[in-house]
Protein backbone atom coordinates (compact mmCIF):
# COMPACT_ATOMS: atom_id res chain seq x y z
CA UNK A 1 0.00 0.00 0.00
CA UNK A 2 1.30 3.40 -1.14
CA UNK A 3 2.41 5.33 1.87
CA UNK A 4 3.82 9.25 1.41
CA UNK A 5 5.47 10.99 3.76
CA UNK A 6 6.79 14.93 3.97
CA UNK A 7 9.75 15.94 6.14
CA UNK A 8 9.88 18.31 7.77
CA UNK A 9 6.11 19.00 8.97
CA UNK A 10 6.94 22.67 9.64
CA UNK A 11 9.37 24.88 8.57
CA UNK A 12 10.05 28.86 9.47
CA UNK A 13 12.68 30.69 7.33
CA UNK A 14 14.01 34.34 6.81
CA UNK A 15 13.21 35.84 3.67
CA UNK A 16 15.37 35.35 0.40
CA UNK A 17 16.70 31.87 1.72
CA UNK A 18 16.41 28.82 -0.87
CA UNK A 19 15.10 25.96 0.77
CA UNK A 20 14.37 22.63 0.11
CA UNK A 21 11.03 20.43 0.83
CA UNK A 22 11.04 16.53 0.59
CA UNK A 23 8.05 14.10 -0.19
CA UNK A 24 9.13 10.62 0.56
CA UNK A 25 6.71 7.45 -1.03
CA UNK A 26 7.24 3.70 -0.80
CA UNK A 27 6.28 1.67 -3.32
CA UNK A 28 8.42 3.60 -6.69
CA UNK A 29 5.85 2.25 -9.21
CA UNK A 30 4.51 5.31 -9.69
CA UNK A 31 2.69 7.14 -12.53
CA UNK A 32 3.36 10.87 -11.90
CA UNK A 33 3.61 13.09 -8.77
CA UNK A 34 2.49 16.20 -7.88
CA UNK A 35 2.79 19.26 -5.78
CA UNK A 36 0.21 21.24 -4.71
CA UNK A 37 0.09 24.62 -2.09
CA UNK A 38 -2.79 25.18 -0.12
CA UNK A 39 -3.57 28.37 1.72
CA UNK A 40 -5.26 28.53 5.15
CA UNK A 41 -9.32 27.07 4.50
CA UNK A 42 -8.33 27.45 0.91
CA UNK A 43 -8.35 24.62 -1.64
CA UNK A 44 -5.20 23.12 -3.15
CA UNK A 45 -2.99 24.91 -6.03
CA UNK A 46 -1.27 22.82 -8.64
CA UNK A 47 2.33 23.82 -8.68
CA UNK A 48 4.21 21.44 -10.91
CA UNK A 49 3.75 17.68 -11.84
CA UNK A 50 6.08 15.21 -12.90
CA UNK A 51 5.45 12.14 -15.03
CA UNK A 52 7.18 9.12 -13.87
CA UNK A 53 9.80 9.50 -17.11
CA UNK A 54 10.86 12.81 -16.32
CA UNK A 55 13.69 13.99 -13.51
CA UNK A 56 12.61 17.77 -12.30
CA UNK A 57 10.26 20.36 -13.99
CA UNK A 58 10.48 23.92 -13.00
CA UNK A 59 8.62 26.82 -12.73
CA UNK A 60 9.71 29.70 -11.92
CA UNK A 61 11.28 29.74 -8.62
CA UNK A 62 10.45 26.15 -8.39
CA UNK A 63 12.08 22.83 -8.69
CA UNK A 64 10.66 20.24 -8.31
CA UNK A 65 12.66 16.80 -8.81
CA UNK A 66 12.02 12.92 -8.93
CA UNK A 67 13.76 9.47 -8.19
CA UNK A 68 11.48 6.92 -8.43
CA UNK A 69 13.95 4.26 -7.92
CA UNK A 70 14.29 5.72 -4.22
CA UNK A 71 11.24 6.86 -3.54
CA UNK A 72 11.55 10.43 -3.24
CA UNK A 73 10.97 14.12 -4.54
CA UNK A 74 12.36 17.41 -3.54
CA UNK A 75 10.81 20.59 -4.10
CA UNK A 76 13.12 23.62 -4.19
CA UNK A 77 12.22 26.89 -3.86
CA UNK A 78 14.33 29.72 -4.76
CA UNK A 79 14.86 33.35 -2.94
CA UNK A 80 11.85 32.77 -0.37
CA UNK A 81 9.08 35.74 0.34
CA UNK A 82 6.52 35.76 2.74
CA UNK A 83 3.90 35.22 0.02
CA UNK A 84 5.40 31.58 -0.07
CA UNK A 85 3.81 31.47 3.38
CA UNK A 86 1.81 28.15 2.63
CA UNK A 87 1.50 24.16 3.27
CA UNK A 88 2.82 22.47 0.54
CA UNK A 89 1.81 19.08 -0.24
CA UNK A 90 3.07 15.97 -2.50
CA UNK A 91 0.85 13.53 -3.87
CA UNK A 92 1.44 10.45 -6.28
CA UNK A 93 -0.59 8.97 -8.87
CA UNK A 94 0.26 4.98 -8.73
CA UNK A 95 0.45 3.00 -11.89
CA UNK A 96 -3.02 1.43 -12.88
CA UNK A 97 -5.57 3.66 -10.09
CA UNK A 98 -6.70 7.20 -10.50
CA UNK A 99 -6.45 8.58 -7.37
CA UNK A 100 -3.78 10.76 -5.93
CA UNK A 101 -2.37 9.62 -2.32
CA UNK A 102 -1.21 12.85 -0.71
CA UNK A 103 1.60 13.36 1.84
CA UNK A 104 0.43 15.19 5.12
CA UNK A 105 2.18 18.36 4.22
CA UNK A 106 4.96 21.09 5.16
CA UNK A 107 4.08 23.97 6.72
CA UNK A 108 6.28 26.77 5.30
CA UNK A 109 6.29 30.09 7.35
CA UNK A 110 8.88 32.64 5.22
CA UNK A 111 9.23 35.24 7.88
CA UNK A 112 9.96 39.23 6.61
CA UNK B 1 -8.09 30.56 -16.63
CA UNK B 2 -10.19 28.23 -15.96
CA UNK B 3 -10.97 26.37 -12.45
CA UNK B 4 -13.42 24.34 -10.78
CA UNK B 5 -15.69 26.15 -8.43
CA UNK B 6 -17.79 24.21 -5.90
CA UNK B 7 -20.85 25.63 -3.54
CA UNK B 8 -21.88 25.84 -0.94
CA UNK B 9 -18.45 26.90 0.47
CA UNK B 10 -20.07 25.91 3.86
CA UNK B 11 -22.63 23.05 4.87
CA UNK B 12 -24.10 22.99 8.26
CA UNK B 13 -26.09 20.37 8.62
CA UNK B 14 -27.34 17.84 11.41
CA UNK B 15 -26.56 14.10 11.92
CA UNK B 16 -28.70 11.71 9.62
CA UNK B 17 -29.52 14.73 6.94
CA UNK B 18 -28.49 14.51 3.82
CA UNK B 19 -26.80 16.54 2.28
CA UNK B 20 -25.75 17.24 -1.25
CA UNK B 21 -22.09 18.49 -1.86
CA UNK B 22 -21.99 20.77 -5.60
CA UNK B 23 -19.20 21.35 -8.27
CA UNK B 24 -18.68 22.25 -11.65
CA UNK B 25 -15.66 20.66 -12.98
CA UNK B 26 -13.40 22.74 -15.92
CA UNK B 27 -15.83 22.60 -18.86
CA UNK B 28 -13.43 20.28 -21.15
CA UNK B 29 -12.41 18.02 -18.39
CA UNK B 30 -13.63 14.03 -18.79
CA UNK B 31 -12.09 13.02 -15.52
CA UNK B 32 -14.08 14.07 -12.13
CA UNK B 33 -12.61 13.10 -8.52
CA UNK B 34 -14.41 14.11 -5.21
CA UNK B 35 -11.44 13.94 -2.51
CA UNK B 36 -11.76 15.17 1.58
CA UNK B 37 -9.67 16.42 4.30
CA UNK B 38 -10.83 16.16 7.43
CA UNK B 39 -9.22 19.00 10.33
CA UNK B 40 -5.15 18.40 10.83
CA UNK B 41 -5.00 15.52 8.70
CA UNK B 42 -4.18 14.56 5.38
CA UNK B 43 -6.37 14.70 2.01
CA UNK B 44 -8.01 11.88 1.05
CA UNK B 45 -9.59 10.24 -2.04
CA UNK B 46 -12.82 9.10 -2.14
CA UNK B 47 -14.18 8.34 -5.89
CA UNK B 48 -13.57 9.18 -9.46
CA UNK B 49 -15.80 9.14 -12.16
CA UNK B 50 -15.57 8.92 -15.60
CA UNK B 51 -18.48 8.66 -18.40
CA UNK B 52 -21.26 8.74 -16.32
CA UNK B 53 -19.75 6.07 -13.88
CA UNK B 54 -17.40 5.11 -11.26
CA UNK B 55 -14.06 4.01 -12.01
CA UNK B 56 -12.49 4.06 -8.33
CA UNK B 57 -13.31 4.25 -5.31
CA UNK B 58 -11.41 3.82 -1.81
CA UNK B 59 -12.98 2.16 1.12
CA UNK B 60 -14.16 5.54 2.89
CA UNK B 61 -16.64 5.95 -0.16
CA UNK B 62 -19.31 3.08 1.25
CA UNK B 63 -23.19 2.94 0.65
CA UNK B 64 -23.61 6.36 2.34
CA UNK B 65 -22.06 7.97 -0.22
CA UNK B 66 -23.25 8.54 -3.92
CA UNK B 67 -22.26 10.55 -7.19
CA UNK B 68 -23.59 11.81 -9.98
CA UNK B 69 -23.29 13.98 -13.08
CA UNK B 70 -26.77 15.02 -13.07
CA UNK B 71 -26.05 17.48 -16.59
CA UNK B 72 -22.89 18.62 -18.40
CA UNK B 73 -21.56 20.59 -15.97
CA UNK B 74 -21.99 19.51 -12.89
CA UNK B 75 -21.09 17.18 -10.40
CA UNK B 76 -22.59 16.32 -7.06
CA UNK B 77 -21.65 14.06 -3.75
CA UNK B 78 -24.58 12.74 -2.06
CA UNK B 79 -24.05 12.02 1.39
CA UNK B 80 -27.13 10.18 3.08
CA UNK B 81 -27.60 10.29 6.24
CA UNK B 82 -24.83 11.99 7.31
CA UNK B 83 -22.40 11.08 11.18
CA UNK B 84 -20.83 13.46 13.22
CA UNK B 85 -17.22 11.53 11.54
CA UNK B 86 -17.90 13.14 8.14
CA UNK B 87 -17.52 16.76 8.96
CA UNK B 88 -14.50 17.53 6.78
CA UNK B 89 -13.32 19.56 4.07
CA UNK B 90 -14.78 18.26 0.58
CA UNK B 91 -13.15 19.20 -2.47
CA UNK B 92 -13.98 18.13 -5.96
CA UNK B 93 -11.26 17.54 -8.82
CA UNK B 94 -10.86 17.51 -12.40
CA UNK B 95 -8.51 16.06 -15.24
CA UNK B 96 -8.56 16.41 -18.90
CA UNK B 97 -7.31 12.89 -19.50
CA UNK B 98 -5.80 10.59 -16.69
CA UNK B 99 -2.05 9.63 -16.61
CA UNK B 100 -0.13 13.29 -17.38
CA UNK B 101 -2.38 15.32 -16.36
CA UNK B 102 -2.50 18.16 -13.57
CA UNK B 103 -5.39 17.96 -11.24
CA UNK B 104 -7.40 20.89 -11.03
CA UNK B 105 -8.91 21.36 -7.75
CA UNK B 106 -11.95 23.55 -6.55
CA UNK B 107 -11.89 25.44 -3.10
CA UNK B 108 -13.94 23.23 -1.25
CA UNK B 109 -17.35 22.61 0.63
CA UNK B 110 -16.73 22.83 4.48
CA UNK B 111 -19.08 20.32 5.93
CA UNK B 112 -19.91 20.44 9.87
CA UNK B 113 -22.08 17.89 11.05
CA UNK B 114 -23.95 18.88 14.29
Known amino acids: KQEVTQIPAALSVPEGENLVLNCSFT??????LQWFRQDPGKGLTSLLL?????REQTSGRLNASLDKSSGRSTLYIAASQPGDSATYLC???????????FGTGTRLKVLA | EPEVTQTPSHQVTQMGQEVILRCVPI?????FYWYRQILGQKVEFLVS????????KSEIFDDQFSVERPDGSNFTLKIRSTKLEDSAMYFC????????????FGPGTRLTVT
Open chain 2, 27 to 31: SNHLY
Open chain 1, 27 to 32: DSAIYN
Open chain 2, 93 to 104: ASTLGTGIYEQY
Open chain 1, 50 to 54: IQSSQ
Open chain 2, 49 to 56: FYNNEISE
Open chain 1, 91 to 101: AVKDSGTYKYI
